[in-house]
């Protein structure tokens, strides 16, 4: 760190050892019972001129943290059918996410909800020729269905539904997990139009020994052979019966887009995306938890007890992902933006929970020392994200940064700082943080 220039050596850094980068760094010294960090006037006087500012509220900032000011390394990259902003993380499979500040609006729009791609996109994805194949070890008859059959036979409905990647926030763990280094841009809130999965499954007959229900879609693997599967994932009977899980054949009110799993995908709100198949050719109902490819091992599996960062953990310790942890996101503003001093500044953004609602969603601007409640709107409907909004006032000039914390139904709570670790870098649910300069 000189002359205010930062290098990207400063993330390697905290990533080895974050407390030990603070003392390196700004000669910040951190209280391990507070987790806060006490800078001299010096280390003080560094960070203020990286940032470019005073930071009123520097006592309260917690130990071994990049400041938000920081956060964002990543270049964007134009995407066909995407805006401009989309931040590409991997080409093959394609992964991007989108920018807080482009995840404004209510309803997500195809061209900012962000991509996962497990693997390639079929060459064909006409609606025409397309069916559905209904089958499994727990249904009394298996069939076939066209996207015309299923209009035809079966009420359809809309819901605005939240779809969240399990890895997102992944680049925050440390030490690092495998995958696509998500920051906070792996989710969006469509409105996706279909039939009710259970109404198609009722309609062919579930035995009773029905306990899950899996999917097998018409993407090709990255390796080019026909053979391999990409990814056959599914959800437990129960959330298959639920109202809001659709067989999806529109997206707010157009056909779903390819790079979205046209012309059939199925969309199970509040859960992992890796349990909404793309491209959907096939739903099997199973007497017993499915074990297609990415349902074993360490796949979208957690520790199912806690375990020491960097741990080894047994794939029969890990226990599959389902409802969503509850979250929170700023996207009013961008991070870094200017204000001029005496101004009142909106903050919004979208929290969400799940397969449960959000209860509250609170904002700090002295590094989570103080808390106030913002004003918090219900859902569309059951899954969807709730809008929150308040209007801030900042004390004097300055560097500082906007903290979000949701709490749902139950009294979860974000955590302030990165949650317990896991092999493969899941339900990261930290307070969202944006930094602002008043002037």
Known sequence: MTHGRFERGLFELYAEDPIAADEKTWGRRSDPQTRRGFLRSAGLSALGAAIGMSIPFSKGMPAGLIPAAFAATTQPFQIPGKESGLVVLNDRPLSAETPPHLLNDLVTPASRLFVRNNGIPPLTTSADNWKLEI??????????????????????????????????????????????????????????????????????????????????????????????????????????????????????????????????????????????????????????????????????????????????????????????????????????????????????????AGDDSVASVDLSIDFGQTWTRSKLSPPANRLAWQRFERSVRFPRPGYYEVWARATDERGRMQPMLVPGWNPKGYLNNACHRIALRVV
Request: net charge neutral; proline share 7%.
């Open 135 to 352: 089958g499994g070890e727990s249904v009394q008859n298996a069939r076939s269905f066209t996207i015309t059959d299923l209009k035809r036979e079966f009420p359809t409905y809309t819901y605005q539904l939240q779809l969240e990647c399990g890895g997102n926030g992944r680049a925050e763990f440390r030490p690092r997990a495998p995958g696509n280094q998500w920051t906070t841009g792996a989710i969006g809130c469509p409105e996706w139009t279909g039939v009710r999965l259970r109404d198609v499954l009722e309609a062919v007959g579930l035995r009773e020994d029905a306990v899950y229900i899996g999917y097998t879609g018409a993407d090709l693997h990255p390796s080019g052979q026909p053979e391999k599967v990409v990814i056959s994932r599914g959800v437990p009977i129960a959330k298959a019966l639920e109202d809001e899980t659709l067989i999806a054949f529109a997206m707010n009110g157009e056909a779903i887009p390819d790079l979205h799993g046209a012309p059939l995908r199925l969309v199970c709100g509040g859960w992992p995306g890796s349990a909404s198949g793309k491209w959907l050719g096939r739903i099997d109902v199973r007497n017993r938890v499915h074990d297609g490819v990415k349902m074993t091992g360490k796949a979208y599996r957690v520790p199912c007890n806690p375990v020491t960062p960097g741990q080894n953990v047994a794939d029969e310790d890990m226990c599959i992902i389902e409802s969503m942890p509850v979250k929170s996101l700023i996207t009013s503003t961008p991070s870094g933006t200017v204000h001029p001093r005496n101004t009142v500044v909106s903050i919004g953004g979208f929290a969400w």
